[in-house]
């Protein structure tokens, strides 16, 4: 893993996990391979954060939000992750306005279903 | 291969802010905030959002490169896979020289004197 202090990096065991998940089973993985792509994970995220942080910049805004990330990831080229994005970012606001109209008093169980798909996500976080 | 189950599992709701995302979401942050000196504030939402959009990449770039290694008949994929599969790619142009800075003996592609390109096929 990389130790410069000046590069970060996203977590090489997480990458791993993420090409293992979409590989054959009996598909092997160089370490080299997992490091090439850890960087380039890791520049994709500085490019696009880049190119959203222009248009910010040009609007005269402070905030880069999720918005900003799906029209630079759009302006981009990468479009089919654009509309994917705009369509989590909504669900994703749609969640917090659930939530904190939860926590405003109403416990209506139904929309609570956010919340139990929850315990189905086989995501693991590791940091 | 597998482009619709992430895109079900993003539609199913599958969305929790506080809980397990594929990546790590302060390290997203730090990232995105060392990419350039312009980037003053971050919203919680895009951190979140790249955790999901660099999953999709490294998905796409992982795939592409895999083809590769089955185009060499081999079975494990290492770093030239990817190489080829930045080089082949038009939207991954911005990974080139990140791909090919260390890759000048190898045989599958190599950077000329003029910075151009050249992939043996």
């Given amino acids: 893993m990389e130790v410069d202090e000046h590069v970060k990096l996203v977590p090489i065991a997480n990458v791993g996990r993420i090409m293992k998940q979409i590989l054959p089973p009996t598909a092997k993985i160089s370490k080299e391979a997992k490091e090439t792509i850890q960087e380039c994970a890791s520049e994709f995220i500085g490019f696009v954060t880049g190119e959203a942080s222009d248009k910010c910049h040009k609007e005269n805004r402070r905030t880069v939000n999720g918005d900003d990330i799906c029209w630079a990831l759009s302006s981009l080229g990468f479009d089919n992750y654009a509309e994917a994005m705009l369509r989590y970012l909504y669900k994703l606001r749609e969640f917090e306005r659930q939530r904190a109209n939860q926590t405003k008093g109403s416990n209506d169980e139904d929309t609570d279903h956010e919340a139990a798909s929850e315990s189905e996500n086989q995501d693991i976080t590791t940091t | ?121």
């Fill in chain 2, 1 to 121: 291969m597998r482009q619709a189950g992430a895109y079900s599992g993003i539609l199913s709701g599958r969305i929790s802010k506080t809980g397990p995302h594929s990546l790590p979401l302060a390290r997203i942050k730090k990232i995105m905030k060392k990419s350039s000196d312009d980037v003053k504030m971050i919203s919680g939402e895009a951190p979140i959002i790249f955790s999901k959009a660099c999953e999709l990449f490294i998905e796409e770039l992982t795939k592409r490169a895999w083809i590769m290694t089955m185009q060499g008949k081999r079975r494990t994929l290492n770093k030239e896979d990817v190489a080829s599969a930045v080089i082949a790619t038009d939207i991954f142009d911005f990974l080139v020289n990140l791909v090919t800075e260390s890759n000048v003996a190898d045989n599958k592609c190599e950077v000329n004197e003029d910075s151009q390109v050249i992939v043996e096929i």
